[in-house]
């Protein structure tokens, strides 16, 4: 881990700093922030009126989407409005929105025919006069772009403390977009995930049972979208986010997940609905599974669905050795295993409709003109296989399952196969055809990964061609591998990880944060912020790392 380098170039100004957009708004939410601290989430009424503030998505050059939440009586029809200023003297796109029981009492809103690049301040009116807090959102820009800075988040675990990177990216103003990969809340129960000893005591789950039924899954976002910093994020940047498996259940794909009984929990089509339609309540997203985002000519953003539209099942390593009695029939059944079923080119992970939609996208992404191909997506994409070294340090006192694990992972490397089923590397025949539509459109590709809780920056690349670049955001509050592997000091991990694993150029194991992408005509830089604690309220780093790519290289300067 490397400290802030003060030569490194300056971040892009914010040009209304979010504090000031009115005593009403922002000044008034700090009080209610501290209010809410101190209150277990779990013995929380969210009460009537505007319960959960305000938050925008789906930014476009002339729209973006507007979110609140109002309980009333009965169904009530909000009025909206968007002005270039925070007294609203001016009011620029205004409209209607239906608070309504049938969607948890959330309510939606576009406002359309707004200028490109700009910011703007937007608020709900119910019809007794009560005014939402102000929030501030932006549009996209058109034409020659300069600068365009995101805000990266992932893997964000309630229950394990704070969301301190979300209270840091508001302090530090420095970014455009919020994007959060995926896993914004978990499914499981009170002291499944985290464990009763690991479970910070202010952070008290509701309801504490795992969430199936739809009841369910809207108490869960109604409790994590009452975390102050959550909610100011969400009031103070438009946010492009994507879900992975825990929005659902662990493990997810299109037609099941390892964390869904079907014998006491009901059909997975059921779950996964239900599981969709409170995150699209709760969320400010549309309901388009994937979608594009032009940054003017400096870049497209590719939303993409890794885990609920098209992807076949995970493959298991448990399942391959079954039957096993001995070492060498072990690695012979890896070796035939990853011969046909790992290599088959019919597996998916994306479903066919969406890998041409995104091939077809980045040939017209390049073809007019944009610097950067940004993939928003949940999984890593680069390879990564088991260091070596790992298995000579493996305790006898370690859980059978977590050595089970690691020794199968160490035989898997022997073989020449992946440590992580559930990423990319459990479907190389679909990350294939990705890297061979963006080496046909001749793109800069830029991956971003969550899911994993560690930081990651890859080099990309098939069958000796440089394909792009991927960096994987470290956990919001998700522990990362530091968790289960606590007998190998983290510096030592990272650097066997990176030894092993050639598309590997850095990796940090053992810290929480956020990242921030920044991108320019001339070079991509993700700049890894580590926040100190999550134990306590803190902005508080305890230092960067900044790798960069310059355009055109495909390669990353770590």
């Given at each position: 881990m490397t400290t802030h380098d003060p030569a490194a170039p300056a971040p892009s100004p914010v040009p209304t700093s979010t504090s000031g957009v009115s005593r009403r708004g922002l000044f008034a939410l700090a009080g209610a922030a501290s209010a809410l601290a101190a209150t277990p989430a779990g013995a929380r009424s969210w009460g009537s009126g505007f319960t959960h503030g305000v938050a925008s998505g789906e930014p476009r050059a002339d729209r973006v989407l507007l979110w609140t939440r109002f309980v009333g009586e009965a169904d009530t029809v909000l009025d909206w409005e968007v002005s270039a200023s925070p007294d609203f003297t001016r009011i620029v796109s205004a409209g209607k929105a239906t608070a309504s029981p049938n969607r948890d009492w959330c309510a939606k809103g576009i406002a359309n025919g707004l200028e490109p690049d700009s910011w703007y301040y937007y608020r709900f009116l119910a019809p007794g006069g009560t005014v939402s807090d102000i929030g501030r959102t932006r549009t996209l820009p058109v034409g020659p772009t300069q600068k365009f800075r995101l805000a990266v988040f992932s893997c964000s675990n309630f229950g394990f403390g704070w969301f301190n990177s979300y209270a840091h990216a508001l302090e530090a103003n420095d970014c455009d977009l919020a994007v959060h990969l995926g896993?914004?809340?978990y499914e499981y129960g009170r002291g499944i995930y985290p464990s009763g000893g690991q479970a910070h005591p202010d952070r008290v789950l509701a309801p504490e049972s795992e969430i199936v039924a739809l009841t369910d899954y809207r108490t869960r976002y109604a409790t994590y979208r009452a975390d102050p910093d959550l909610r100011r994020l969400h009031q103070s940047l438009p946010m492009i986010a994507v879900w992975d498996d825990h929005e659902s259940a662990n493990d997810s794909w299109k037609d099941g997940a390892e964390n869904h009984q079907p014998e006491t929990e009901g059909t997975w089509e059921a779950r996964k609905a239900t599981a969709k339609r409170?995150?699209?309540?709760?969320?400010?997203?549309?309901?388009e599974p994937y979608?594009?985002?032009?940054?003017?000519d400096l870049a497209t953003?590719?939303?993409?669905?890794?885990?609920?539209?098209?992807?076949?099942e995970q493959l298991d390593y448990g399942t391959v050795l079954k039957g096993a009695s001995d070492?060498?029939?072990?690695?012979a059944a890896l070796e035939n295993f990853r011969e046909t079923d790992w290599s088959d080119p019919s597996r998916h992970l994306l479903g066919a409709a969406q890998e041409q939609w995104l091939a077809e996208g980045l040939a017209a992404s390049t073809k007019r003109g944009a610097t950067w191909q940004v993939l928003a997506q949940q999984v890593l994409m680069g390879n990564l296989n088991s260091p070596a070294a790992l298995t000579a340090q493996i305790e006898g006192s370690l859980p059978d399952f977590i050595r089970q694990r690691l020794t199968a992972a160490a035989m898997a490397a022997k073989a020449g196969l992946p440590l992580n089923m559930d990423a990319w590397d459990g479907y190389p025949a679909a990350r294939e055809r990705v890297f061979k539509a963006a080496l046909e459109a001749d793109a800069n590709l830029v991956v971003l990964a969550g899911d994993t809780h560690n930081a990651w920056a890859f080099d990309l690349d098939h069958e000796g061609a440089k394909v792009g670049v991927e960096v994987g955001v470290q956990g919001t509050t998700s522990p990362g591998f530091e968790s289960y592997l606590s007998f190998v000091k983290p510096g030592d991990l990272a650097s066997a990880l990176v030894a092993e694993n050639a598309q590997l150029q850095w990796a940090d194991t053992a810290q929480r944060g956020y990242m921030a992408v920044e991108l320019t005509p001339a070079r991509a830089t993700t700049e890894f912020r580590f926040v100190d604690t999550i134990k306590t309220r803190s902005t508080r780093l305890a230092g960067t790392k900044r790798v960069t790519s310059e355009a055109g290289a495909r390669v990353l300067e770590v």
């Open positions: 896993d914004y809340i409170a995150y699209r309540e709760w969320m400010p997203v549309s309901d979608a594009a985002y032009e940054i003017g953003i590719f939303r993409l669905d890794t885990r609920l539209e098209g992807r076949d070492p060498e029939g072990a690695m």
